[in-house]
């Protein structure tokens, strides 16, 4: 089993930048492909960036793409998101998911262990 725990989440005013953490525990992190996903009110959970075991590949949806950034520290059992000009349609619940797999992932059912999750709210 492995346990995530998000953090970094908060209010923030549009153009502004966050940091999402998410911190693992349980068993050996590094194998394991990480990803980001986000859940607005009203809405399905969708996917919003991935990367591979080892931090060298990492893949963003076209809506966050350029200002979104997966990086990971396997020493750290940690993995983040930084979010940089931050948008309203940005505003929802993050959750982090570890993979068995070791490539990134864009479907949420590949996915094997989630967090509970960490609100950002962009204001207008």
């Known amino acids: 089993q492995v346990q995530l725990v998000e953090s970094g989440g908060g209010l923030v005013q549009a153009g502004g930048s966050l940091r999402l953490s998410c911190a693992a525990s349980?068993?050996?992190?590094?194998?394991?492909?990480m990803g980001w996903f986000r859940q607005a009110p009203g809405m399905e959970r969708e996917f919003v960036a991935a990367?591979?075991?080892?931090?060298?590949?990492?893949y963003c949806a076209d809506s966050v793409k350029g200002r979104f950034t997966m990086s990971r520290d396997n020493a750290k059992n940690t993995v983040y998101l930084q979010m940089n000009s931050l948008k309203p349609e940005d505003t929802a619940i993050y959750y982090c998911?570890?993979?068995?797999?070791?490539?990134?992932?864009?479907?949420?059912?590949?996915?094997?262990?989630w967090g509970q999750g960490t609100q950002v709210t962009v204001s207008s």
């Open positions: 349980g068993r050996t992190f590094s194998p394991y492909a």
């Open positions: 998911a570890a993979s068995y797999g070791s490539s990134w992932l864009v479907e949420e059912y590949r996915y094997n262990f």
């Open positions: 990367i591979n075991w080892n931090g060298g590949s990492t």
